[in-house]
T-cell receptor, first 115, second 112 residues
Framework: ETGVTQTPRHLVMGMTNKKSLKCEQH?????MYWYKQSAKKPLELMFV???????ENNSVPSRFSPECPNSSHLFLHLHTLQPEDSALYLC??????????????FGEGSRLTVL | QKEVEQNSGPLSVPEGAIASLNCTYS??????FFWYRQYSGKSPELIMF????GDKEDGRFTAQLNKASQYVSLLIRDSQPSDSATYLC????????????FGAGTRLAVHP
């Protein structure tokens, strides 16, 4: 199994739909992240969870709702999205504490298209 | 607004040459610095990290850090076509636990 698994890999949704992205890590890490990657823009940090607790919400609109039921699973619930939300959504994990926090292991991403 | 700046490229180098990738950052309190490589259609993967001023070597890769100038670079010696990718500079933000700010990346093309 790969270290960080994301599903679905591709998602097309209308602006009124509700969908969820799922991420699972098998690395024994205790920090998980959602990043957004749009064309020609830097990776944008959205949310950080440490030991299931949200420690960072980078001014993300409420139409994105994260959930972290345990240290291995992370969800991103999506509702009433806008076309400009179309992007690659990357999940990552790391060890919390010390310098290991910078070593992020990324999943393959979920490519989201909002029509 | 804390920022990380990179030249978007593409940086084109011949096979066997040294590729030099540069990055500047705005947060003077940053203490940790990372280089990630992202192949087209793939997710980023960590290739180097550096915390102290000076050089750090790992195989064909050398990371260089100058905190006074707020400058980080990555040298790739003996460049190979397989090194063709986008290289992302990331900086750990002071006072922001677990928080990395990424640059937009430099696209490197190594031609035979």
């Amino acid at each position: 199994e790969t270290g960080v698994t994301q599903t679905p890999r591709h998602l097309v949704m209308g602006m009124t739909n509700k969908k969820s992205l799922k991420c699972e890590q098998h690395l024994g890490h205790n920090a998980m992240y959602w990043y957004k990657q749009s064309a020609k823009k830097p990776l944008e940090l959205m949310f950080v969870y440490n030991f299931k607790e949200q420690t960072e919400n980078n001014s993300v609109p409420s139409r994105f709702s994260p959930e972290c039921p345990n240290s291995s699973h992370l969800f991103l619930h999506l509702h009433t999205l806008q076309p400009e939300d179309s992007a690659l959504y990357l999940c990552a994990s790391s060890l919390r504490g010390g310098r290991g926090t910078g070593e992020l292991f990324f999943g393959e991403g979920s490519r989201l298209t909002v029509l | 607004q804390k920022e990380v700046e990179q030249n978007s490229g593409p940086l084109s180098v011949p096979e066997g040459a040294i590729a030099s990738l540069n990055c500047t950052y705005s947060d003077r309190g940053s203490q940790s610095f990372f280089w990630y490589r992202q192949y087209s259609g793939k997710s980023p993967e960590l290739i180097m990290f550096i915390y102290s001023n000076g050089d750090k070597e790992d195989g064909r890769f050398t990371a260089q850090l100058n905190k006074a100038s707020q400058y980080v670079s990555l040298l790739i010696r003996d460049s190979q076509p397989s090194d063709s990718a986008t290289y992302l500079c990331a900086v750990g933000i002071s006072g922001g636990y677990n928080k990395l700010i990424f640059g937009a990346g430099t696209r490197l093309a190594v031609h035979p």
